[in-house]
């Protein structure tokens, strides 16, 4: 249903270009979407959120400095061998062929790692991915941006820190790293040993096996280990099935911090009351009093154009989270419009270029609607993450609650561990690093 | 000892729970010889109904929103979707592959696996949905007083609601003419059907059957995590109960449950630390498979003899 809304949504503003707008171009955004399958709840509520803002844009504004934006879903269904398929068919879209390709699939962007290169096409992974792609010296074609999961790591230590009353009272504290038994969620054991290291604590590492349905060994083993704090990192239905096996051990939930795939709706909603309390971390916030979702719901909603069927979900954390994608996509083809030109289409590689030059300051999150809803941004050749900020929220049992401002992440022990492992990944491909030095 | 008593006591309620699953595959194994491929999605569609149900029809009749008569409606409602399901099963899938090889009637449940999943998730849409069945999951008091272990009551109250099922079951299976039907049609279709056995309404009767027991499983397992896709993975917890308990006996289920609930509790606390934790997810497939070395036919499975 969404689906075929969005297509005709689509259709309709290609069709008006070509009847009333011959001559205008329109940047065609190629989105590798999941909204049927294992993984459709996340798929529908932030590609839902991302198509209302293209909307909205078009609708108010009449694209980007003028220049339409279409779009073309295709499903990938979370499923790597599909969403190659989808880059090969999407690549060559529109009139200069796909510009950006985000497919919010870890799998799918190690899929598509090599030839993202070869086609010129820029590869945004907000949020997931490649963690040492934010060395854009050797990645230059992919875009960890905002956050990544080693920042967002010591971001969460920062945090229990501040809760403790300082960083030094974390020595001789004991936390549970609950993590799901994939690359993914190992992903953080590294940079939590070495913060265990660095500030005396003491840290256990418990796998839940995919797809996490049955975790109450997991937790009598947190019970009797008895952990002054837990860090979640979960996915899918392992998220409710932690935060309600907690409740039943008696494991204080404001004690359990989450990633950001463990900080939406969809993780709190099946645990029931026994997900009051429980706190996740998020580069975006949830919540529809910003002026952006307002926006949304007065130039789309208000003419029944919205990508949500159910629109109880808008401003809900996977919608704002679209919502966020579609705003990076849109100031990094502004940025590009600086450099190249408004009036036309952009190519993959001016779009890179926009988003290696973004700079999304306070200021500009203003003019957008959008203060306190993401973080400034500003990224560079060096640097594809471009802020490494997250806020905390906390379920109320109705709904989250920000309880912090953004925290930043601890870059001084992040990027050498990034720098390290992306000359490693250059050692191994025979990749030179850019010198950034020469890049403007 | 406190401790390794509340995991193994754990352990087996789980294990009552994965039986719940493992029963729905029984019930149409021993009906018509298929391995039911689709009985996760049908776990999945039988709980996404009745959630959906629960959402529409305060706005269709008026009734109180969470009240108790909107849930049994639902409870109806979804039920009576189970059971068009599971004729509908018999009429378009099943009965035009009747006498064909059981690799032909596997193969088409998983076709049927991909429709069951795409109507449900067409139908109600894809969100994640809570779900509250009125019982708290919290600690038995009397037993977190005395013996200091938590146990949660939730499980306790769902896996006796299992066990009156699998007696209810049971008895329908060894008492009934229709449960000599049953066996019957799952020995030979052929020669039931030459006895005046009516094949087509006997793979209705447990295709409804195993739609309801489905339903159960469904709210049980969705009130624990959520009513969401992932409900189709609770058939891979049944799988390794099938094996051990044998696919064709009901006490098999219930026993295998409880040795793979107890097996796979007892491993992840205790041998899990020194494997690198989240064996869970094999653990009960290797006992299983060593069980197969000993005895391939499962616990009460039949012995399989070919005469040459």
């Known amino acids: ?440 | 000892m406190t401790f390794f008593f509340e995991v193994l006591i754990g352990g087996l309620l789980s294990g009552v729970l994965y039986a719940l699953v493992a029963l729905g595959f029984v019930l149409i194994f021993k009906a018509s010889g298929v391995f039911n491929f689709a009985q996760g999605a049908m776990v999945f569609f039988a709980a996404l109904t009745f959630v959906g149900f629960t959402e529409v029809l305060p706005g269709w009749t008026g009734l109180e929103e969470g009240g108790s008569a909107v849930f049994w409606l639902a409870f109806v409602l979804a039920l009576g979707a189970m059971i068009v399901l599971g004729i509908a099963t018999e009429k378009v899938v099943l009965r035009p592959l009747v006498n064909q090889p059981p690799i032909t009637l596997f193969m088409a449940t998983i076709g049927l696996t991909f429709l069951v999943e795409g109507i449900a998730q067409g139908l109600w849409g894809a969100a994640v949905r809570g779900l509250s069945l009125g019982i708290e999951d919290e600690p038995v008091m009397w037993i977190l007083d005395r013996f200091e272990m938590i146990i949660s009551k939730f499980d306790v109250i769902a896996a006796a609601v299992a066990l009156v099922l699998f007696v209810l079951l049971a008895a329908l299976f060894q008492y009934t003419k229709v449960g000599r039907a049953l066996r019957a049609v799952a020995d030979d279709h052929q020669a039931a059907l030459s006895v005046g056995i009516p094949l087509k309404h006997i793979w209705a009767i447990v295709w409804g059957v195993a739609g309801f027991v489905a339903l159960v499983a469904g709210l049980i397992w969705g009130a624990r995590n959520g009513v969401q896709f992932a409900l189709t993975f609770t058939a891979l917890k049944a799988l390794p109960v099938l094996i051990l308990g044998g696919f064709t006996s009901v006490p098999g289920a219930i026993l295998g449950g409880l040795i793979i609930g107890a097996s796979e509790k007892l491993g992840e606390v205790y041998i899990g630390p020194y494997m690198g934790g989240g064996i869970d997810s094999w653990f009960p497939y290797m006992l299983a498979l060593l069980f197969l070395l000993v005895r391939p036919e499962g616990l009460f499975g039949e012995k399989h003899i070919d005469r040459v």
């Open chain 1, 1 to 440: 249903m969404q689906f075929k809304k969005s297509l005709m949504l689509g259709a309709a503003v290609a069709g008006l270009a070509v009847t009333g707008y011959a001559a205008a171009a329109e940047q065609y955004i190629g989105l590798p979407t999941y909204r049927v399958g294992a993984y459709a709840a996340g798929g529908t509520g932030l590609f839902g959120g991302w198509i209302d803002y293209m909307t909205m844009v078009n609708e108010r504004d009449g694209g980007v400095n003028g220049l339409k934006l279409v779009w073309e879903e295709c499903e990938t269904e979370y499923n790597n061998a599909r969403g190659v398929e989808c880059y090969e068919r999407m690549k060559k879209g529109g009139t200069t062929g796909n510009t950006v390709f985000q497919p919010l699939s870890t799998g799918i962007t190690y899929s598509v790692l090599d030839r993202v290169a070869n086609d010129k096409i820029p590869l945004v992974t907000m949020g997931y991915g490649r963690t040492d792609a934010a060395d854009g010296r050797v990645f230059p074609w992919v875009f960890p941006l905002i956050t990544t999961y080693w920042s967002q790591s010591t971001a969460k230590i920062k945090f229990i820190g501040m809760k403790e009353g300082g960083m030094d009272k974390l020595k001789g504290k004991k936390i549970v790293n609950i993590y799901h038994d994939s690359a993914y969620g190992k992903e953080t054991i590294p940079v939590l040993d070495a913060q265990a290291k660095q500030y005396g604590f003491e840290v256990i590492h418990i796998a839940v096996a995919h797809p996490g349905n049955e975790q109450q060994s997991q937790w009598l083993r947190v019970r009797q280990e008895k952990p002054d704090w837990v860090i979640l990192r979960g996915w899918g239905v392992m998220n409710p099935t932690a935060i309600r096996t907690a409740a039943r051990t008696g494991f204080p939930r404001d004690k359990i911090v989450g990633v950001w795939w463990s900080g939406s709706e969809e993780d709190v909603i099946p645990a029931g009351d026994g997900a009051k309390g429980y706190i996740a971390a998020g580069f975006n916030v949830a919540g529809t009093d910003f002026p952006v979702i307002k926006e949304i719901q007065k130039y789309v909603y208000a003419k029944n154009m919205g990508n949500m069927e159910d629109k109880s979900r808008v401003g809900s954390v996977l919608y704002n989270r679209g919502v966020v994608h579609g705003i990076v996509t849109l100031e990094a083809i502004r940025t590009a419009q600086t450099k190249f030109g408004t009036g036309k289409a952009l190519t993959g590689e001016q779009v890179r270029w926009g988003f290696e030059n973004l700079n999304i300051t306070d200021e500009r999150l203003k003019e957008l609607g959008a203060s306190g809803f993401l973080p400034p941004l500003a990224t560079s050749c060096m640097n594809h993450e471009g802020s490494g900020k997250v806020k905390f929220q906390q379920w109320d049992g109705a709904k989250w609650k920000v309880i912090t401002d953004w925290i930043d992440s601890d870059q001084a022990l992040v990027r050498p561990m990034i720098e390290e492992s992306a000359a490693k990944y250059a050692a191994e491909k025979g990749i030179t690093p850019r010198d950034c030095s020469k890049e403007m």
